[in-house]
């Protein structure tokens, strides 16, 4: 892991949670969808960090935005999971030192992979989030509902996202 | 050892994530009033609706049972209903017995009929058999002093042997020396006011004034006063003393008494019947 990749990560870690706590907290589509675009950043963070630092790392950005929120602990099992997911995914689908690309973008995996592993970390943050912060089996089907559409939205503004800032990487 | 840390480091994604989701969920909990106290209504949410259905189950098998005490209580409601709408001023009174509790239930009734002037007199009161008056049922004067036993009853009215006739025998004790002796009235007196306690040993010396009480032998409660010794020299002839006693109870004005309600003298009599007869 280089100093630029360390720059990079940490410059983007303010940008996400500042667009997140200052704007798009505020933003919400009929109280069903609500998008988490910060989770990019979990997304992205270089293949090469060990378990143990991605865990820690998911754990301090959901205490972070728990903080702002004021729902300690939601965001941050949120992040654990995702980070849990994606772990899986990325063992799964790549050979162990494999790792040609310093980081899991858009640009360098190719749009199948990170589509599909975007989806995956996504649904996984979500349902833990949505179903944290509802913590009831009452409202189970509209709870799912919410959290369909706001995957929908997250997952979409995050390719767009991908596709604005790393597209010209595209092989 | 050095397997399970393999085990641990092979599957370490996992173990993190168990740690630190854990952590989460617990802050989560911790932290949020509301998820706090979700936590435990959600699972009375469930329990909750388990044992609704299983109490509709149940209510239905226990229908009938329900339906049987329900008439039950109407019945007895209705009885009670009954009862205060003629309001008798004579009430049942209760003894506290704090050993057999209450050993002794005190019915009141009213004297109709009353006689002190003939050999063997009876007394008429206004309480039966349905207010539960059975045969030698003791029955005392609402001051001091014995009445009698029950002698017929009928459904609502009852007979009582006044302790003024020849066949009323009541265990008694002179209070101060527990010497025991028999009740009896009308042997060469007439009096209505007096009566002779008979068969004292003659060893006890019996002093005027002396209280007399009832021993608890003969269906009496012990310890009611029955009234006063008045003359020790009544002269027998055999080996036991006769003395002769003021009545605390003046049977001329009886109105009121009180006719005791043994729990026990049922179960006393069946025992007793037990003994060989001599």
Known sequence: MNSRLVLVNIVRWFVLLLIQILLLRNLSFYNMATPFVYIIFLLLVPFSTPNLLLYLIAFVTGLTLDAFYDTLGVHTAACVALAFVRILFISVTMSRDGFDEPEPTLGNMGFKWFIIYALLCTTAHHLVLFFLETFRLAEFSYTLLRCFFSIIFTLFTVVLIEFIFYNRKMR | ?278
């Open chain 2, 1 to 278: 050892m050095r397997n399970l840390w393999i085990f641990l480091n092979r599957y370490n994604a996992f173990f993190f994530f168990i740690i630190f989701f854990t952590i989460g969920i617990v802050l989560t909990v911790k932290n949020n009033a509301y998820q706090r106290s979700v936590t435990v209504n959600s699972t009375n949410e469930v329990v909750g609706e388990v044992y609704q259905n299983l109490n509709v189950l149940k209510k239905y098998i226990t229908l009938g049972t329900v339906n049987d005490s329900l008439a039950a209580e109407n019945a007895k409601l209705k009885t009670e209903l009954l009862t205060l709408k003629n309001i008798d001023s004579a009430k049942k009174i209760v003894v506290k017995d704090t050993l057999n509790n209450p050993q002794y239930t005190y019915l009141s009734a009213r004297v109709i009929k009353n006689s002190i002037t003939l050999r063997n007199n009876v007394i008429t009161i206004n309480k039966g058999s349905a207010d539960g008056i059975a045969p030698d049922m003791p029955v005392i004067s609402p001051g001091k002093g014995v009445v009698g036993f029950v002698m017929d009853v009928s459904e609502h009215l009852s007979t009582i042997r006044s302790l003024l006739h020849k066949d009323t025998k009541v265990s008694v004790n002179i209070k101060k020396s527990d010497a025991l002796g028999s009740l009896v009235w009308g042997i060469g007196n007439s009096d209505y006011r007096k009566a002779f306690v008979k068969e004292i040993p003659n060893h006890f010396k019996i002093n005027l004034k002396d209280t007399i009480i009832t021993s608890g032998f003969s269906s009496f409660p012990p310890g009611i006063p029955v009234g006063v010794v008045t003359n020790t020299a009544v002269a027998t002839g055999d080996n036991f003393m006769s003395i002769e006693i003021k009545l605390f109870n003046d049977f001329s004005t009886l109105q009121y008494v009180y006719v005791i309600l043994d729990k026990y003298a049922v179960e006393q009599k069946e025992l007793e019947a037990k003994l060989p007869h001599e």
